[in-house]
T-cell receptor
Framework: KAGVTQTPRYLIKTRGQQVTLSCSPISGHRSVSWYQQTPGQGLQFLFEYFSETQRNKGNFPGRFSGRQFSNSRSEMNVSTLELGDSALYLC???????????????FGEGSRLTVL | AQSVTQPDIHITVSEGASLELRCNYSYGATPYLFWYVQSPGQGLQLLLKYFSGDTLVQGIKGFEAEFKRSQSSFNLRKPSVHWSDAAEYFCAVAAYGGATNKLIFGTGTLLAVQP
C-alpha cells in the first residue's frame, strides 16, 4: 500500500508569490490534515478535511487555504507569500474521522517551502 | 485550552541505556494521547497512543508509555536505546476530546545516541 505522497518535495518562491501543495492520501483514507512545521513554532495545525468538507481550521491567516477532492486528494494554497511562511508543510491522512482511529495519522515526508 | 509540554528540548543517552522522555498535558477530561517520532528529513510516525483502559501502553520499536492522570503526564520509555532511535520525538493530545483528527503537539525532544 502506497504511503502519503506530497508534491513537490522542495520549492523556492519569492515574497508575494503564491504556492499550491498537493497531497495524495493512503488509499481508502478519507481524512486529510495539514500541519506547518518550523523551528520556532514547531508543529502547527492548519486544517483538516473529511469527505471534501473542512472540519477544522487552525489559527492561520486567510492566505492559507485548502480543499479536498472527491478522491480524497487534497491541496493547500498559500497566497501572497511572506518570509515567515518558509516551513515544512506536512500532510497526514487517517482512515476515519473519529473513533478508534482518531489521531492515528499517517504523515507524508512533507513539502519544504523556502520563501526568499 | 489544551496544551502539551515537553520540558526536555535535547537529550543524549548512551546506546544500551534506558530512556525516558517527559510529556505533560493540559486537558480537562480524559485525553487522547500520542507519541510520534520524526527522523531527519522524514514525516512523523506514530509510536503509540492512549485512549482509555490500561495506563501502560505498548508501541512499536520497543517503546512504551504510561498515562498518569494525577500527574497529567504521558512519559515515553524504552529499556535499551539503539543508535537508530536517534530522532525527534513529539508528544501530542487530540483536540476536542478526539472528535476530530486535530492534534496539538509539544515542541519535541531531540534524542541523540552516543556509541
Amino acid at each position: 500500500k502506497a504511503g502519503v505522497t506530497q508534491t513537490p518535495r522542495y520549492l523556492i518562491k519569492t515574497r508575494g508569490q503564491q504556492v499550491t501543495l498537493s497531497c495524495s492520501p493512503i488509499s481508502g483514507h478519507r481524512s486529510v490534515s495539514w500541519y506547518q512545521q518550523t523551528p520556532g513554532q514547531g508543529l502547527q495545525f492548519l486544517f483538516e478535511y473529511f469527505s471534501e468538507t473542512q472540519r477544522n481550521k487552525g489559527n492561520f491567516p486567510g492566505r492559507f487555504s485548502g480543499r479536498q477532492f472527491s478522491n480524497s486528494r487534497s491541496e493547500m494554497n498559500v497566497s501572497t507569500l511572506e518570509l515567515g511562511d518558509s516551513a515544512l508543510y506536512l500532510c497526514a491522512s487517517s482512515p476515519a474521522g473519529t473513533g478508534a482511529n482518531t489521531g492515528e495519522l499517517f504523515f507524508g515526508e512533507g513539502s519544504r517551502l523556502t520563501v526568499l | 485550552a489544551q496544551s502539551v509540554t515537553q520540558p526536555d528540548i535535547h537529550i543524549t543517552v548512551s546506546e544500551g541505556a534506558s530512556l525516558e522522555l517527559r510529556c505533560n498535558y493540559s486537558y480537562g477530561a480524559t485525553p487522547y494521547l500520542f507519541w510520534y517520532v520524526q527522523s531527519p528529513g522524514q514525516g512523523l510516525q506514530l509510536l503509540l497512543k492512549y485512549f482509555s483502559g490500561d495506563t501502560l501502553v505498548q508501541g512499536i520499536k520497543g517503546f512504551e508509555a504510561e498515562f498518569k492522570r494525577s500527574q497529567s503526564s504521558f512519559n515515553l520509555r524504552k529499556p535499551s536505546v539503539h543508535w537508530s532511535d536517534a530522532a525527534e520525538y513529539f508528544c501530542a493530545v487530540a483536540a476536542y476530546g478526539g472528535a476530530t483528527n486535530k492534534l496539538i503537539f509539544g515542541t519535541g525532544t531531540l534524542l541523540a545516541v552516543q556509541p
